[in-house]
């Protein structure tokens, strides 16, 4: 069955970097659209980056762009968000997605001093 395990989260001050990663397996990862969501209390579910099966087009929401980079690596069926210069706002819990159905658990993101 699909599974997606993301990792990489945690505890972080403003300005601060983390690279979070999303372990893919029971589907074809390499012709997959793999994208990146967040959700912070209160709020609904966005959609913070995605990137093409190949890998050579990605897309981000305006409130990241700059900051964060996704990635994949193919050979790993694993996807990577790298966020840098973290905000008090980037604060959520960090999912993984592909296709209408399949997300992983979440990653929890906490940026404060």
């Known amino acids: 069955q699909v599974q997606l395990v993301e990792s990489g989260g945690g505890l972080v001050q403003p300005g601060g970097s983390l690279r979070l990663s999303c372990a893919a397996s029971?589907?074809?990862?390499?012709?997959?659209?793999m994208r990146w969501y967040r959700q912070a209390p209160g709020k609904e579910r966005e959609l913070v980056a995605g990137?093409?099966?190949?890998?050579?087009?990605?897309s981000y929401a305006d409130s990241v762009k700059g900051r964060f980079t996704i990635s994949r690596d193919n050979t790993k069926n694993t996807v990577y968000l790298q966020m840098n210069s973290l905000k008090p706002e980037d604060t959520a819990v960090y999912y993984c997605?592909?296709?209408?159905?399949?997300w992983g658990q979440g990653t929890q993101v906490t940026v404060s001093s």
């Open positions: 029971g589907f074809t990862f390499e012709r997959s659209v």
């Open positions: 990137i093409t099966a190949a890998g050579a087009g990605t």
């Open positions: 997605n592909t296709g209408p159905y399949f």
